[in-house]
């Protein structure tokens, strides 16, 4: 079965400063993989998606995720920190048979 | 264009009780899903449509979750009775294929309804 781990409950940054948030998966072959970011109040939004070629993925919001197989991860990252970030951030991990799975959760908190 | 809508925003009923949940997917697509997040977890499939048909209901609680699409645009998701545990924010997401690589779709979600069961 599939399943998404996403380690860190929650982490707190200052802003500027850069961020990488983890998850790990587990499934026997090249999963779909997804990123989305939950704001306060407002619903879930795709911030980027790996499924195949270039392991390093561009997204919305500067942020960037990079597909490791052998390590299986997709980690997020974003260079410098904006107070506007701060929200909660969902892994999420399908495959072609259309299940889908989301991580429980990393809830993000920027410091000025 | 429009987002997903959903309604109502926030329902409180007593265990036992039934409740329903509304739907309104972005105009054209054809992916419907219905989530359950409960408090500190992630997002959690209960059922996916294609059109009006069901793609996967396999952790839908079948004997007080149902739903349906009828004519393939709006859905609802009702309980009935419900239990305590079935607090959580319900969310409604919709994606554009049908067919193909659907699962690669940005799935495209609405504000959600919270579920209180006292």
């Known amino acids: 079965a599939q399943s998404v781990t996403q380690p860190d409950i929650h982490i707190t940054v200052s802003e500027g400063a850069s961020l990488e948030l983890r998850c790990n998966y587990s499934?026997?072959?090249?999963?779909?993989l997804f990123w989305y970011v939950q704001s306060p109040g407002q619903g879930l939004q795709l911030l980027l998606k790996y499924f195949s070629g270039d392991t390093l993925v561009q997204g919305i919001k500067g942020f960037e995720a990079e597909f490791k197989r052998s390590q299986s991860s997709f980690n997020l990252r974003k260079p410098s920190v904006h107070w506007s970030d701060a929200a909660e951030y969902f892994c999420?991990?399908?495959?072609?048979?259309?299940?889908?799975?989301f991580g429980t959760g990393t809830s993000l908190t920027v410091i000025p | 264009e429009a987002g997903v809508a959903q309604s109502p925003r926030y329902k409180i009923i007593e265990k036992r009780q039934s409740v329903a949940f509304w739907c309104n997917p972005i105009s054209g697509h054809a992916t419907l899903y219905w989530y359950q997040q409960i408090l500190g977890q992630g997002p959690k499939l209960l059922i996916q449509f294609q059109n009006n048909g069901v793609v996967d209901d396999s952790q839908l609680p079948k004997d007080r979750f149902s739903a349906e699409r009828l004519k393939g645009v709006d859905s609802t998701l009702k309980i009935q009775p419900a239990k305590l545990e079935d607090s959580a924010v319900y969310l409604c997401a919709s994606s554009p294929r049908d067919r193909g690589l659907v699962s690669l779709d940005t799935q495209y979600f609405g504000p959600g309804t919270r579920l209180t069961v006292l």
């Open positions: 499934y026997g072959a090249t999963p779909y």
């Open positions: 999420a991990v399908s495959n072609t048979g259309n299940q889908f799975y």
